[in-house]
């Protein structure tokens, strides 16, 4: 014992020795040798990070991985008044980090919903984007926004060509035909496009677990393959130790069909869980939460009290149902539990007091649009699109549970190390 110690001191004497030696000098005389060497020793030690930037656009997604030597953007969504914000968090993150040269390895796009493609122009005019992902569905209310990408002259604002992949879930299935009994077998699709990352000290995994279809899975009704948020792809980034799951608007249809795919493989066990559709009432299922387990949950959605159309107030985001299935599914508590706001869409309207629910379809309810609120107090609101009208009313939740939404605390952060110790981090509590 006493012979270790000594050999560690003399280990730690020329190590000192040594890194006093090597310590960088400036022009005023030598740096603080306490200084230079913790800088050195923790740039060698530091265990590789990934952080998950779930960037606050209001309604929609938008999510950056950042690696140590490159970034990734899966979804460039957000609603007209806030989609501007990811293009200032993108840049200040590029002059924070310059050794990036403000390019994006790779620009995921799960399915074309406007939320999801708002800024998908400004993105590629502001930026480098080296690819792009996206589902081969060719409609939907963000299309004409990701349309150029698809049928344009195949040059990007700056004439560089553009590299574009579209994954059917068709590719995903003949690759697991041919690799059955093989350890990649549903190990979902891989490609330079999807996965273009590989840092010297890390190798992060990208993978799309299902894409765009051109038939309906058995069981699926018309309207749920007319729906473009079941052909969203799921992407799942492994890091080390720590998994990531997107599921984009994947809805109860989508979700099922995944969870059945890859039901018996650990592939959707995962740590991180980007919460499908906006933490809406169909974007969640019990089901999923079984197969992920998820550590902590993160929604991206307008703030609780933006109250103009197309946001998450309209839509009923979060959902009260979701969160309570995040809440009981997700493991890590929080330090103090909090108090969120919450919705319950399609209350109906005939008989409050059950606080019973009506069908997730908007209620065509035409001639009870504009009636005066039931009398539930200030929490309770009425509003119109158009001919379509839906209840909705506005709760509390408490939550225990690492469970995070840009529109209760703005941006959030989510850090992981190969070890797959995760640190969430919060750009304002403030909102509530
Ligand atoms: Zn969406
Ligand atoms: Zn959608």
């Known amino acids: 014992m006493k012979r270790f110690t000594l050999l560690l001191l003399v280990v730690t004497a020329a190590g000192l020795w040594a890194c006093w030696q090597a310590a960088p000098r400036y022009q005023g005389g030598m740096l603080p040798r306490s200084v230079a060497c913790a800088a050195e020793a923790s740039a060698k030690n530091e265990s590789p990070k990934m952080v998950v930037h779930f960037i606050d656009v209001g309604q929609g997604d938008a999510a950056l991985l950042e690696f140590p030597c490159g970034v990734v953007l899966i979804d460039a969504g957000g609603d007209a008044k806030n ?3 990811l293009v200032a968090y993108l840049a200040k993150f590029f002059s924070d980090r310059p050794n990036l040269n403000k390019t994006l390895k790779s ?16 993105i590629a005019e502001a930026f480098a984007v080296e690819r792009w992902v996206m589902n081969g569905q060719h409609h939907g209310s963000g299309w004409y926004k990701v349309r150029w990408l698809v049928e344009g002259e195949k040059k990007d604002p700056h004439g560089r060509p553009v590299v574009l992949q579209e994954v059917l879930n068709d590719d995903i299935e003949n690759l697991d035909a041919n690799r059955k009994g093989k350890p990649d077998y ?45 052909h969203s792809m799921a992407v799942r980034v492994q890091f080390g130790k720590a998994m990531v799951l997107f599921t984009g608007d994947l809805e109860t249809a989508g979700i099922k069909s995944l969870v059945e795919y890859y039901g018996d493989q650990s592939i959707l066990d995962v740590d991180v869980y980007h919460v499908g559709h906006h933490g809406s009432r169909n974007g969640t299922t019990k089901e999923l939460m079984d197969a992920m387990t998820p550590k902590v949950s993160v929604i991206s959605m307008s703030r609780w009290d933006d109250n103009r159309p197309h946001t998450g107030w309209a839509y009923g985001h979060p959902h009260q149902d979701a969160v309570r299935l995040l809440e009981a599914g997700t493991i890590m508590a929080r330090p103090a539990e909090v108090v969120e706001k919450v919705f319950l869409k399609g209350l109906n309207p005939d008989k409050p007091e059950e606080q019973r629910y009506v069908p997730m379809t908007i209620k065509k309810l035409s001639q009870n649009c504009g009636t005066p609120a039931l009398g539930r107090g200030k929490d309770e609101k009425m509003h119109s699109r158009g001919r379509l009208c839906h209840k909705l009313a506005r709760s509390e939740i408490v939550s225990k549970k690492q469970i995070y939404a840009t529109g209760w605390g703005g941006d959030v952060r989510i850090s992981v ?9 919060e750009a304002s509590a403030a909102n509530n």
């Not at 074309?112 to 493609?117: E, K, N, S, V």
């Not at 990208?206 to 899975?217: E, K, S, Y």
């Not at 190390?417 to 981090?425: F, Q």
């Open 186 to 230: 549903k190990s979902g699709l891989a490609s330079e496009n999807i996965d273009p990352v590989k840092c010297a000290r890390c190798d992060p995994i990208i993978r799309v677990l299902c894409g765009g279809r051109t038939d309906a899975p058995k069981g699926w009704k018309d309207t749920e393959f007319d729906n473009v948020n079941n």
């Open 107 to 122: 620009a995921i796009v799960t399915h074309p919903h406007i939320d999801h493609t708002q800024m998908v122009k400004e």
């Open 417 to 425: 190390d190969l070890a797959g110790r995760l640190n969430a981090e």
């Open 83 to 85: 989609g501007r914000k």
